[in-house]
């Protein structure tokens, strides 16, 4: 079955301690996203990959990195969580730029909860 | 950068009645504007998309038009279900050419049985 999983689901930490929250598709899509999702404000970007070893920012990086070491995998790293990282997080994934290839994929959510 | 605003923020109909969200976009160079549906505890789901060298696309009881001089998108949905009832994004890709997804702020649709 074609799907982008996230793990873990949920997560609750204290600020300062790193962590992990990973992300991978099995459509070989070159185009890979983690997005955030709190209320009144929709899904905003966080960083993006148009392909292996090739990352961007996104509208709200800061606190945040990524890697993009194989083309499945897309791990969204907080090296030292605050309580305003406290939110819902979607990996996304799509074939790449333009035609169908704009089409995103979600993964079902990451709840990211920093006390 | 592009800028997606969506009303309303809430939106509740009876059964059966059609429900209708609007979003504007800024950036003129923008060309594809998918619509998402996204469940409780669920990532979001594609239902529709429109690019735009269309004006309207329909698909059984979902339709989205776009005005591309107004530069405005709507989603029209009729004879709605309960199982209509879900939190519905709207999305523009930036004229960036980085196949940046900018989103609406959502609409909570409720369908009242």
């Known amino acids: 079955e074609a799907q982008v999983t996230q793990n873990p689901r949920y997560l609750i930490t204290v600020t300062g301690k790193k962590l992990t929250v990973t992300c991978s598709q099995n459509?070989?899509?070159?185009?890979m996203s983690w997005y955030r999702q709190d209320p009144g404000l929709g899904l905003r970007q966080i960083y993006y990959?148009?392909?292996?070893?090739?990352?961007d920012k996104g509208d709200v990086p800061e606190g945040y990195k990524v890697s993009r070491k194989e083309k499945r995998n897309f791990p969204l790293i907080l090296e030292s969580p605050s309580p305003n990282q406290t939110s819902l997080y979607f990996c996304?994934?799509?074939?790449?730029?333009?035609?169908?290839?704009?089409?995103?994929?979600f993964g079902p959510g990451t709840r990211l909860t920093v006390t | 950068g592009e800028n997606v605003e969506q009303h309303p923020s809430t939106l509740s109909v009876q059964e059966g009645d059609s429900a209708v969200i609007k979003c504007t976009y800024s950036?003129?160079?923008?060309?594809?504007f998918p619509w998402y549906k996204q469940e409780l505890g669920k990532g979001p789901q594609l239902i529709i998309d429109?690019?735009?060298?269309?004006g309207e696309k329909k698909d059984q009881r979902i339709a989205v038009t776009l005005n591309k001089t107004a530069k405005h998108f709507s989603l029209h949905i009729t004879e709605t279900q309960p199982e209509d009832s879900a939190v519905y994004f709207c999305?523009?890709?930036?004229?960036?050419?980085?196949?940046?997804?900018?989103f609406g702020q959502g609409t909570t649709l409720q369908v009242k049985p």
């Open positions: 950036d003129s160079a923008s060309n594809y």
């Open positions: 990959s148009m392909n292996v070893e090739v990352t």
């Open positions: 459509m070989n899509h070159e185009y």
């Open positions: 996304a994934s799509s074939l790449g730029r333009g035609g169908r290839g704009y089409e995103q994929y």
């Open positions: 999305a523009a890709i930036g004229g960036d050419n980085t196949g940046k997804l900018i």
């Open positions: 429109i690019r735009s060298n269309v």
